[in-house]
């Protein structure tokens, strides 16, 4: 993932590697066109490869629409649902059921989130994912199980909160952190310690959600 937002002032730059086969490129572009449905991102696809910051595609996993709008939600800057630092209030984890070659699939990552959690983020796995018995789930949603699990794992469209997300992070103007760290350091309670507070007000007001 990036280390910082992208400009969406004007276009990303997109390229695909040689190797990407047509209907690959076709499957992106449709991903693309989902995103900038939604939100105030646009792409632009080059045929030379730029010079700055740009999006390459050099193989496409399971070719489909809504797995090439998961990894472009990844060069977004969109982690995994389920790996939010607060995933355990929503799912019980099955750890028993877990090949342990995949335990780094259920890591929890340090990120931060502006939007309530989502089930049914197309960033979220579903609940069966590296099961050692796959007819029991690996991950239990702790709220409204009968709806929140089959919708685990959708790829059929953004979720809502995907797209509050997205809008969020790159489409209301003059709401910015002007440091990549502002995330991490919300997290850390510094939007609310004395000490810090002037600081984080000046320079994370999205993270501080003072915007």
């Not at 990844?74 to 028993?96: C, K, P, T």
């Not at 709806?147 to 992070?169: A, E």
């Given at each position: 993932?990036?280390?910082?937002?992208?400009?969406?002032?004007?276009?990303?730059?997109?390229?695909?590697?040689?190797?990407?086969?047509?209907?690959?490129?076709?499957?992106?572009?449709?991903?693309?066109?989902?995103?900038?449905?939604?939100?105030?991102?646009?792409?632009?696809?080059?045929?030379?490869?730029?010079?700055?910051?740009?999006?390459?595609?050099?193989?496409?996993?399971?070719?489909?629409?809504?797995?090439?709008?998961?990894?472009?939600?990844?060069?977004?800057?969109?982690?995994?649902?389920?790996?939010?630092?607060?995933?355990?209030?929503?799912?019980?984890?099955?750890?028993?059921?877990?090949?342990?070659?995949?335990?780094?699939?259920?890591?929890?990552?340090?990120?931060?989130?502006?939007?309530?959690?989502?089930?049914?983020?197309?960033?979220?796995?579903?609940?069966?994912?590296?099961?050692?018995?796959?007819?029991?789930?690996?991950?239990?949603?702790?709220?409204?199980?009968?709806?929140?699990?089959?919708?685990?794992?959708?790829?059929?469209?953004?979720?809502?909160?995907?797209?509050?997300?997205?809008n969020t992070m790159y489409c209301r103007p003059n709401c910015e952190d002007k440091n990549v760290y502002c995330g991490v350091w919300a997290l850390r309670n510094l939007c609310n310690t004395r000490a810090q507070t002037g600081w984080m007000t000046q320079n994370c007001r999205k993270s501080c959600q003072l915007c």
């Amino acid at each position: 993932m990036p280390t910082k937002r992208w400009d969406v002032s004007q276009p990303i730059p997109v390229y695909f590697d040689d190797n990407v086969a047509n209907y690959e490129r076709q499957m992106v572009h449709q991903a693309h066109q989902m995103i900038q449905a939604s939100t105030c991102i646009r792409f632009q696809t080059n045929a030379v490869k730029p010079v700055g910051s740009h999006i390459y595609y050099a193989k496409i996993p399971s070719p489909t629409s809504s797995v090439a709008v998961h990894e472009t939600m990844h060069a977004l800057g969109m982690n995994h649902e389920h790996l939010r630092n607060d995933r355990d209030d929503y799912i019980d984890v099955q750890w028993s059921n877990i090949n342990p070659q995949f335990y780094d699939y259920f890591a929890i990552a340090d990120s931060s989130k502006f939007t309530p959690y989502d089930y049914g983020s197309i960033m979220h796995y579903n609940a069966f994912t590296a099961a050692i018995d796959s007819s029991k789930p690996t991950m239990l949603p702790k709220q409204n199980r009968a709806v929140n699990q089959p919708i685990m794992g959708q790829r059929k469209r953004l979720g809502d909160r995907d797209v509050q997300m997205l809008n969020t992070m790159y489409c209301r103007p003059n709401c910015e952190d002007k440091n990549v760290y502002c995330g991490v350091w919300a997290l850390r309670n510094l939007c609310n310690t004395r000490a810090q507070t002037g600081w984080m007000t000046q320079n994370c007001r999205k993270s501080c959600q003072l915007c």
